[in-house]
């Protein structure tokens, strides 16, 4: 069983940047496989930020991270990665990465690492 890990939150002032990082360890993953980010801010529900096949042939991005965000993977390490800029207030959240085993369904998920972009 796959596991995941999140690492790179922080606060920082908006227009600033971060990178997360998500070390899966303990398992097989395989190249049709999704890594995706997702976030959560107070008082919301989830939503999707961004993902890449394993391979990293194809990605996705919300339309609202578009150009300010970008994922990336690191077979060799078993990491992948969000490269957030100009961060806005709004991207406020606890964003979590996760795995989708070729199921469509993101079944596997870190524990999520909290990102505050103050104003």
């Known amino acids: 069983q796959v596991q995941l890990e999140e690492s790179g939150g922080g606060s920082v002032q908006a227009g600033g940047s971060l990178r997360l990082s998500c070390a899966a360890s303990?398992?097989?993953?395989?190249?049709?496989?999704?890594m995706g980010w997702f976030r959560q801010a107070p008082g919301k529900e989830r939503e999707f930020v961004a993902a890449t096949t394993w391979s990293g042939r194809s990605t996705q991005y919300a339309d609202s991270v578009k150009g300010r965000f970008t994922i990336s993977r690191d077979m060799a390490k078993s990491m992948v990665y969000l490269q957030m800029n100009s961060l806005k207030p709004e991207d406020t959240a606890v964003y979590y990465c996760?795995?989708?085993?070729?199921?469509?369904?993101?079944?596997?998920w870190g524990q999520g690492t909290q990102v505050t972009v103050s104003s």
């Open positions: 303990s398992g097989l993953i395989f190249n049709n496989y999704f």
């Open positions: 996760a795995l989708d085993r070729g199921t469509r369904t993101y079944d596997v």
